[in-house]
């Protein structure tokens, strides 16, 4: 069986590590190379649960070896920075004509309205014509589109468990548009970052929550919207509060929404169930019973619970997933198996066990 | 300086035990009786971080000791239980015709409308006349009441956050009623109790996320709605999600109301400002500034941060207290102080600085 | 490739999670039985971070129906409960004339001197016969004997990572025998247990370090001294103190012990790497270097790294290992796999890219 | 009754905020003067658990103005950084005829012999006078001649429950001097800055044991043999184990020592009894009974418990302190009431139960 090669860019970052991790157990990949800004680091020093596991150095960006060498690339870089080296990188692959597939993790290419870039992250965007072509990589979703895709734009964490907590209640029109859906999201610090920054100290966070980016602040916010606004074919609008919480790993978003009528929770359920039927790595939980982090460590899943107030109409949606694997590092390799052909949980946790696509 | 003796009903409890820690520190109290189930048990052996500090054991319930010694009795019984008791003593004292007073830190004299406690907590009250004349203590709410009250009605964790939060947008009527409030709220384990319940053992709580009672379920909407209406005049319903996180001690309590028209966070921050001017234990943040669990840690505070979109008119108001000590032995305290004509802040954390009431 | 069929008596303990979590992940398994008092529950309400992956009921235990269809029996039971059961299979599996092999992961077959379970465990070994036929499992000392056997004793958690620290030291006969060796050991709560026990509710252990078992107290004591004693030909006494602190996962052992003479950090270094050349699951660390919870959690790894003082002689050394894992289920495995005649690694984290053996 | 003018030097720093909390609640003290390099910022942004208590900007350092206006400053600066400070502050303080006091919370007036600045802390110490007049802040040790002192070298941390929890041991020469003193401790992350260094992030404490600066390395190391040594008349060697772990504040220290005879526990217990029977801040338990960090959590005590083994003649001794405070903030406040003639326990938690001196 025929290995994909695959490099990594960006290899000391958190959810690299992950992806390195998850990668080395991927039965269709090698990891041919791991750029970083700082080359010719042992990637064992840098992540050490990989000693012995993994002896490989860091190398420096060349876009013409990572062409030649490489099937796909993860693009793990700062927002703003990943857009240009992934228009470099797959210009020179068309140029090449080598059919090499990217998976940007960063926010680059998953806002549609490019304009959005200039309001929520401050940076023009330079690669309109990619952007139009980039799919928003949310597995479950664009599934169809992904097989074909030369650039996946990986979803972010907090929309990832966000967007599908709210999928079934927007396709199927159950929702009373005309107030904000409130969406309250809980994350560990994983999702912090390594530079000091106020929520991400072990003194700041233990034993505290922190609220940030209250009101309309948060970068989540057009990326939410715009997968909402799809799915109902008119504008939605949120009021988003991130907390970062002292656990490490995970994500749990809490949604309500007013629903047009007084449904009965079975009613809902149905329809969550039928439409991820076919899905591995979406589970629904049964009546009274809500998704807890610890479920989904270290896992691709998302775990969705909710409740039906008949009196009030508010349908209070919970969806946990792990930031860095479904929110980050394993949803890239489900697009990647997408992408590839490969069965669609390879190499992630439980993969045998799962296959559905 | 006479100081008052106190008795406190059910000394094993965690909240008693910072009831105890607080007390020993008050100039003008002197802790008379320790009474328990389990009779004879050296208290520094229950709570040991009093080792050295207080020489007691706890003595069993005796309704004529606890009336003849002591000046103020702190209700610490389970829901239901507690009702009973203090209804017994109450009457014993005035046949005595001492002026003993109660706090009871039970949910059993909080909700006025005594059928809510068939609804809610599965009991039929059996002291109504006693409920009746029982003053809700949120201290900065009904002080006057306070004052010549004999039964304090020592309020919810979570309520105390919220009501607080929430206070200055009802009673100077902003909110925009005709949708329901939504009340995300997160709580350390401290609020979780001793007896194993999935939501109090290490190894479930940390590194995890649990929400519980999601929907109309959690005790405190009555308490919760009962003040918010009696603000606004008219019904509210608000929609409640608690979350037990690994934290310790403190609840942060994120509120959505809709606002009636597009206020300027200056306005909204100018009532606040005002309501609370007079207040020890309220601190308004400011702009782009939220409360933080471990800020109020080990104190009486209730710290108060919002945010206005002009846009939706959606308010999000954040409130963080300790839940043991606002949100119970500190609140106790100080309803206590407001009873006995002391100064409101005597005897809590950084009490001689704060000095209004 | 046929697959075995196992059977996990006592399914609804922490580390029987564990266990089935990894075992749904080799492929040369397939879980037949799972064993509980609480017969007909759902695995996935006991674990559930099972949903969606694993479908089965708990069933009571029927010794007939397990010898009749399993290959392997993990016996996850309480100390002195175990020893019975096991017995009572081993006997009817070889009247049966079947092969079963049986995985012991209690402390009912540790102890070669079986008059120690009457003074550390304080219960009368009744299965002397096979007491005397079982192999303890640290798969590193003893896969020979492994091999061939049918009754494996998994080693208690503190023993594993403590002895494959010390084993270099001992077998090349560098430690002056002369003083106790200090074994100060780190246990996250997972190794707590689920019954309020002090030690285990998140209101204890949280922001906590709590001691317990200390001076000649702890049932790990006689395991250790007797493998200790075993590579070293005489007696060893060992000064063990345990400690319960607020992680969830791991243990982290630090034992000083005397070497003989001054030697070098890296003439020891040389041994350690060459002792554990072969080996999958050990890890050498580098100079400088030591061992991290975090970097061996969710994994079979044990790390090591150490220091030498070459005035004092005092030799520090530094293992960790996930408890739960290499100190329970993913040795269960690794015993399995010598047993079957697997690859060692099959089946556990990062297999595919370690077989050694 | 007079307060006293105190200045703190270094105030952004974390065991300043502690400081200031407490010295807030302190009746006999003022907070006149907050000095950081980074002048002019409102205490109450540097520390936010200071909202709404003390409002105050910081202002740089100016000697006279100090001298001028304070009776006793507390230094929180680097090591190395602070003995030149301390020094043209004293000298300025002789000068002028002032009687101002100087608590000096580094390392830099800690260790007698001068030369182990060079070896351990890497800088030429300049005041050699001044550290021969610096009285070593261990109080319980030391209170007499800190009565009279200009400057007291408050002690580390780790020190402070170290050598606490040793004292009785050698002071009454018990100890078998022949074989080195394990000293095993465990910090929280309080203890480890805020600036990144690889064991204060979140993402790297959080689930995890950190071992670090093992064998000879830690700059604690000198200042526990100096003092160890002076108890016993002879040179003291000790091995000296740090760990990181994820609770916030606290240390907990095991020590293990060889007797020299075959003490009961009794007779050890009566000795430490003895010993420290007008402390206020020690506190013995009882037989089988072990320190907690959690029970000195925000106080100024140090717990002390023990075991002894007859049969092997070693003494586990296990003592903890909250580091933040009887570690740093606490103690500097216990040696000015000392100092300064007041109570030593005012101002301190539970300060007024405690009095003995």
């Known amino acids: 069986m025929k290995k994909i090669d695959v490099c990594i860019i960006g290899a000391r970052s958190l959810s690299s590590g992950s992806l390195i991790k998850l990668l080395l157990q991927h039965d ?48 793990h870089k700062h927002h703003g ?23 940007d993790l960063s926010a680059d290419f998953r806002l549609k309205d490019k304009n959005l870039y200039d309001e929520w992250y401050k940076f023009a965007h330079t690669q309109p014509q990619l952007l139009k072509k980039a799919i928003y990589g949310l597995t479950e979703l664009y599934r169809d589109k992904i097989k074909n895709a030369t650039l996946v734009a990986n979803p972010g964490c907090y929309p990832t468990a966000t967007i599908l907590g709210l999928t079934p209640l927007l396709k199927n029109r ?22 000091p920054n106020g929520v991400n100290l072990a003194i700041d966070v233990e034993q505290n929550v922190i609220p940030y980016k209250i009101g309309r602040k948060h970068q989540h916010i ?27 790993y995970g994500i749990l978003s809490t949604s309500y929404v007013k629903l047009k009528n007084a449904y009965e929770w079975d009613d809902i359920h149905k329809l969550y169930k039928k439409m991820y039927a076919n899905e591995s790595f979406i589970r629904i939980l049964d009546n009274d019973v809500y998704p807890q982090v610890k479920d ?3 896992t691709n899943f998302c775990d969705i619970g909710f409740s039906v107030d008949k009196k009030t109409r508010m349908c209070v949606v919970i969806s ?3 930031n860095v694997i479904k929110g980050a590092s394993g949803q890239a390799i489900q697009n990647m198996n997408v992408m ?17 696509h």
């Open 320 to 322: 946990a997933i792990d």
């Open 81 to 103: 920075e990943a857009l240009n080296k992934t228009g470099e990188l797959a210009s020179l692959s068309s140029k090449k004509k080598k059919d090499v597939k990217f998976i």
């Open 222 to 248: 057009p990326e939410i919207e715009q997968e909402l606004c799809n799915m109902l074919g008119e504008k939605v609008t949120v009021t988003f509060s991130p907390h970062v919480l002292p656990f490490k």
């Open 28 to 75: 269709r990949v090698n990891i041919k190379m791991l750029v970083s800004d700082k080359a010719g680091e042992d990637i064992q020093k840098i992540h050490p649960f990989l000693h012995g596991i993994l002896e490989k150095n860091t190398e420096k960006y060349d876009p013409a070896k990572i062409i030649d060498n490489c099937d796909v690339v993860f693009m």
């Open 174 to 195: 159950l929702v009373d548009n005309s107030q904000s859906i409130v969406i309250d999201v809980l994350s560990g610090v994983s999702g912090a970052g390594k530079l």
């Open 340 to 356: 590839c052909g490969f069965n669609e949980s390879e190499g992630l946790p439980y993969g045998s066990v799962l296959r559905k």
């Open 296 to 298: 989904v460590e270290g």
